[in-house]
């Protein structure tokens, strides 16, 4: 060993291994097979770049992802140790090269990919080859229970074999009992020894929110950790561009990033995360894969993930030094019903796979129990929630949940598996439970068990919630074999001979959480003043802009519209840039007329005790003119807007919105060149007066004065913007 550890110093640079390396290395040197749970970042990789380091011949590593191969080849490449790929990137003559090399026994480390380890030519060429052992990295991929199936991993072995008696090494993060099992079947090595680290992770923060006002929720948690790096999971490559869009344009810094990107784009904005150009990157699951930001403070899944396993992954991307990691999770029931029915036209075990994990994923959502006693009893890990409990390192932990005594109830769902021979899973036991009389309990004569009924007056979804407690108290287990089943274990016995006293947690309510409560009926800054302004501000800010208006002897709405008073009647904005991101009003106004508002919403906020850190504003991006530069540009070279909307393929109409957006937040557009050339000065200064002394700037009410005129409403339009550029911006 000492040998080895002059080696880890020489070649890699560090000190001593990590958590199960040595006894792993150890293992393999010594010719057996091995099995190793390990989370992601504990360190995988060592446990066979060692051994393939310090045994003779060639070491052949299976890996899924082309993309991560090659980080490992330049890795190994880089500390001096000969490591090559075989994938099917690669040109003819470049694979001549590499055999060549593996024959002469040159390179220590071939990462292959599963498809190419297939290929009949390939396998012909490693029977000539020296092999020293197989590794399978992303073991987990061998299972169909697990969340990354790859058929092509179940044909590994028996190529294995081909090659002689090589001693194999598998290694996963993420394996539930169920899936362990699986691969050590397909594999033929249920006598490997297997190392398996723990998977608790005590510097992340688990927490499960309600998916509602979840773009408030969002603003007000970026606020609270502006600054800090953080990855938001969503499920589709829609969503990701648009909460994307929805940071930046409510002065976030954040990218987008998914599989439908250029190349370039994809991998400038996951660079510029990385190299902390911005702080939050918004993605889907593709995003992450042997990503290793060190210093990654909090991921948020915005929409409920596919599976646990899938979940703890990415969560498990937070705080990979040890420092602080908060783990949010947005829930609604809806989502996971939309999933349900993404799997529809899946094949049938596949579908009865995938609404598994998702029951699973509801389970965890709406439990009150400790995240952590959770998700480690799932990876088949029993933990004590006490030192959770004490740090409040998990929602359900931190805050107080109500409890109640369940020592009844868990007996009758012991019982309940009990008296049904251990066959059933949680529906039909509930069924037994509650006394239902359907056919399938008929046709077991379930009915004629003693249990039948004795919970008849509780509801499903609270009997539900007793099985899956007794289940995470290790007092009832799932059957590996069979999936779904559950059975007696120790514990339960015992239990049943002696019941003793336990707390039972009642489940998070979850059911007013509707399925489209997001983006579609969030209101905007603008709806929602519109229907919860602060009156007694809104009146004051009214007499305000009315004294302004005099003193500038301008109308009103000249100084600001009556949508932004009501605006800054639900945000309080108290400084310029908070003004300014006013629907309504931008920079320009703010220097002509910010000064009295701003000081007069500081004095309301200071009088009435109001806390302004609790008040989230939301500034919805379809208010921003997305077209503005191009617009404000195009107007200053002074070309014909008609020119400006065909080169768009905009309408006048379309043009107008656009710029009556850039015009309303303050931006003076000089239209003089234009409308100079479409009406005579006289006609422009009377309506110039008009506009000057009207109650209202309504184009309607302004066509209905001049309607004895030739002028149509574009023309109205434009001279209003005018009047705005002029008097008000
Ligand atoms: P995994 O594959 O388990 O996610 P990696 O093999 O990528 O993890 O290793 C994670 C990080 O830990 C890498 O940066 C690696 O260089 C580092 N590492 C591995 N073993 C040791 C060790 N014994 N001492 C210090 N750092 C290590």
Not at 195 to 220: A, C, D, G, H, M
Not at 297 to 321: C, M, N, W
């Amino acid at each position: 060993m000492q040998e080895i550890r002059k080696k880890l110093k020489e070649v890699f640079g560090y000190d001593s291994f990590r958590g199960n390396q040595e006894p792993v290395i150890q293992n393999i040197l010594a010719g057996r097979n091995t099995f190793v749970i390990m989370p992601t970042g504990a360190g995988k990789s060592m446990c066979y770049q060692m051994p393939a380091i310090l045994r003779p011949g060639t070491a052949v590593v299976i890996s899924p992802l082309i993309a991560l191969m090659k980080n490992q080849v330049d890795q190994m490449n880089a500390v001096g140790i000969n490591a090559r790929f075989l994938n099917s990137t690669m040109s003819r003559t470049e694979i001549n090269k590499l055999k060549k090399a593996v024959l002469a026994g040159d390179v220590k480390l071939l990462y292959v990919a599963p498809e190419s380890l297939t290929k009949e030519e390939n396998i012909e060429f490693l029977k000539q080859a020296n092999i020293s052992f197989a590794a399978i990295d992303e073991a987990h991929c061998i299972s169909e229970w697990g969340h990354d199936f790859r058929p092509e991993y179940r044909r590994i072995k028996s190529i294995i074999d081909m090659l002689g008696d090589l001693p194999i090494i598998a290694l996963t993060a993420t394996a539930t009992p169920k899936v362990q099992l699986d691969i050590q079947r397909n594999l033929q090595m249920e006598s490997a020894d297997v190392f398996k680290s723990s998977f608790n992770r005590e510097n992340l923060y688990y927490e499960v929110r309600p998916k509602k006002s979840i773009k408030k929720q969002l603003i007000k948690f970026m606020r609270e950790n502006k600054g800090k790096s953080g990855i938001i999971y969503c499920l589709s490559r829609k969503k990701v561009e648009e909460i994307a869009n929805f940071l930046q344009v409510n002065g976030f810094s954040a990218r987008p990033y998914h599989a439908g990107f250029d190349p370039d784009v994809r991998i400038k904005n996951q660079d510029d995360f990385l190299n902390e150009e911005v702080d939050v990157i918004v993605a889907t699951i593709a995003f992450g894969m042997g990503i290793d930001k060190p210093d990654v403070r909090f991921v948020i899944h915005y929409d409920v993930p596919k599976s646990l396993e899938g979940y703890y992954q990415e969560t498990g991307r937070a705080g990979r030094d040890g420092l602080e990691g908060q783990c949010i999770m947005f829930y609604s029931y809806s989502d996971i019903l939309k999933l349900e029915k993404f799997n529809k036209d899946k094949p049938v075990t596949e579908k009865e796979n995938s609404k598994i994990l998702l029951d699973e994923m509801s389970f965890y959502a709406e439990s009150t129990v400790c995240r952590r006693k959770q998700l480690l009893h799932y990876f088949g890990e029993e933990y004590d929630d006490t030192a959770c409990k004490e740090t409040g390192m998990c929602d359900n932990c931190r805050y107080q949940r109500e409890t109640f005594e369940g020592k009844d109830f868990v007996k009758i769902a012991i019982e309940a598996v009990k008296q049904t021979d251990e066959r059933f899973g949680l529906g039909h036991l509930v069924s037994v439970i509650r006394g239902s009389h359907n056919q399938y309990i008929k046709s077991y004569k379930h009915d004629k068990l003693p249990i039948f009924g004795a919970g008849a007056k509780e509801d499903e979804s609270f009997w539900k919630s007793i099985v899956r407690q007794t289940m995470l108290y290790e007092f009832i287990t799932k059957d590996i074999e069979n999936i779904g089943v559950l059975k007696m274990s120790e514990k339960g016995y015992k239990f049943l001979k002696n019941p003793t006293s336990i707390k039972l947690s009642k489940d998070h309510d979850f059911s007013d959480v509707d399925a489209d409560d997001d983006e579609s009926n969030e209101p905007s800054a603008a709806q929602s003043a519109g229907q919860s302004f602060d009156p007694v501000l809104f009146d004051l800010l009214k007499a305000e802009q009315r004294k302004m208006a005099k003193q500038h002897n301008l109308p009103p709405y000249a100084i600001v519209q009556e949508p932004s008073l009501q605006e800054m009647a639900t945000t309080y904005p108290t400084t310029k840039e908070a003004l300014a991101n006013v629907n309504g009003i931008g920079m320009g106004k703010v220097q002509k007329f910010g000064d009295s508002f701003l000081k007069l919403i500081n004095k309301y906020v200071e009088d009435n005790d109001i806390d302004i850190e609790d008040v989230v504003v939301i500034k919805s991006s379809g208010a921003k003119s997305k077209n503005k530069i191009y617009i404000i540009q195009q107007i200053d070279r002074k070309i014909d807007l008609e020119e400006v909307a065909e080169v768009k393929g905009w309408s006048m109409e379309e043009l107008l919105d656009e710029m009556e957006i850039i015009c309303f937040s303050g931006t003076k557009l000089n239209l003089d060149y234009y409308l100079e050339q479409i009406m005579d000065d006289d006609f422009l200064s009377d309506i110039m007066d008009y506009f000057m002394n009207a109650e209202s700037d309504d184009i309607q009410l302004a066509l209905d004065e001049f309607a004895d005129e030739d002028i149509t409403s574009e023309d109205l339009r434009l001279i209003r913007i005018k009047f705005h550029s002029e008097h008000a911006n």
